[in-house]
């Protein structure tokens, strides 16, 4: 065989993995790039607040004596503040992007999305909320929580959700096998 050959059966066999890799890619990059407008860096602002009144009601809900004051929540004993990349949306977008770059068909990709987001950024209020406890009770074992085992978390999470996503996506009838 030439070798113009096996390269274009290589690529020819490899096809719909690469352009999951490019859309995928592409995606990604598009949301770093998105981000660093100012526009979306205020309005990602308010998104942290909104994280911090939320995570203060689960708080007050959980007996705890709490304040918030924009994005930080404070009490007697402890305080903890939301910045960027305590907020799930890097988490959220990967799953995102995952699924939209996946050949799956629209509604399957739209109830996907919506239902994996949402658990995401329900669990980053569990994070919130737990980081708030740890830091008061056992402050040795926060930056521990917070760097390393809440991001791995949420790596694991995206990862399993969108491979869940994968297999509901590709159940059912043959044709819910076609791509869009």
């Not at 909320?129 to 978390?153: C, K």
Request: hydrophobic share 55%; net charge positive.
């Amino acid at each position: 065989m030439q070798p113009t050959r096996t390269f274009i059966s290589w690529f020819v066999a490899r096809a719909p993995a690469l352009r999951f890799l490019l859309r995928f890619g592409a995606l990604l990059g598009a949301f770093y790039v998105l981000m660093n407008f100012p526009v979306v860096d205020r309005a990602f602002y308010q998104y942290l607040c909104v994280n911090a009144r939320v995570s203060n009601a689960l708080l007050h809900a959980l007996g705890q004596d709490t304040a918030v004051a924009d994005v930080t929540i404070h009490s007697a004993r402890y305080s903890v503040s939301i910045r960027r990349g305590c907020d799930a949306i890097e988490p959220a977008w990967f799953f995102c992007a995952a699924v939209l770059a996946f050949p799956a068909p629209w509604r399957r990709k739209l109830i996907g999305l919506a239902a994996g987001t949402a658990f995401i950024l329900l669990l980053n209020l569990a994070r919130i909320v737990s980081l708030y406890f740890i830091g008061m009770e056992v402050p040795a074992y926060f930056a521990t929580a917070h760097l390393e085992l809440w991001p791995a978390v949420f790596i694991l999470t995206a990862l399993l959700l969108w491979i869940g996503w994968i297999r509901w996506s590709r159940s059912g009838s043959p044709s819910s096998h076609a791509a869009p």
